[in-house]
């Protein structure tokens, strides 16, 4: 069976979280796309060579989670080289026997528009920059101003900015807690596998 979920939105609104308990839920393989462009982020040097060369070593790092990575990846996913060099890996996950749920910015719109379920995770700033800085410390004004300018880049590139599909389900996690988001998006799932 081929089945694609698509989950996109902001950082911290909860799309991991989400993503992978529903893999887990439907026995689907999972992948997390911010990572691909974290690990290009750090690699440092030409970020389209470090694109085109990613291994496994550089998806294993234990520095891709860090705020800094986050605005690596950033700056390097706008530029459309380093975008266009990891489409086929995400679009083969997509397209893989067994079903997938894949994670990121631009799933639904740009490397699976035929995904069979196609959800949109956000979640107020404030509330993200909150769940951010419980997870990473710091100060937390720092952790706003860091969301905002994540988004503020993620949303306005000219490549595969970050936006809702049409045909996006929206989840609002900012008054949900992990339980029923999860259960939120399990329910679009299995409705879509039921044919409804
Ligand atoms: O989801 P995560 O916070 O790990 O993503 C890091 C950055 O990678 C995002 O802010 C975004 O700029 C970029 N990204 C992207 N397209 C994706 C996934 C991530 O542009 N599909």
Do not use: N
């Amino acid at each position: 069976m081929i089945f694609t979920v698509a989950i996109d939105g902001p950082a911290a609104a909860g799309k991991g979280t989400i993503s992978r308990a529903v893999a887990q839920h439907f026995g689907f393989r999972h992948l997390d796309t911010g990572l691909l462009y974290r690990a290009v982020g750090v690699k440092g040097g030409d970020p389209v060579a470090a694109a085109r060369d990613l291994g496994p070593a550089d998806l294993a790092r234990d520095d891709l989670r860090t705020l800094e990575a986050g605005q690596a990846a950033s700056r390097v996913a706008a530029l459309p080289e380093v975008r266009a060099a990891l489409v086929e890996f995400q679009r083969r996950f997509a397209r893989s026997e067994g079903g997938a749920v894949l994670d990121g910015r631009d799933i639904g719109t740009v490397i699976c528009p035929e995904a069979e379920v196609k959800l949109y995770v956000t979640a107020t700033p404030e509330v993200r920059a909150h769940r951010r800085w419980l997870e990473l410390g710091g100060d937390e004004a720092r952790v706003l101003a860091e969301v905002k300018e994540r988004d503020a880049r993620d949303m306005g590139r000219q490549d595969a900015p970050l936006k809702p599909a049409e045909d996006a389900v929206l989840i609002d996690t900012s008054d949900l807690d992990i339980d029923a988001a999860v259960a939120a998006a399990v329910t679009v799932v299995k409705a879509r596998l039921a044919g409804t």
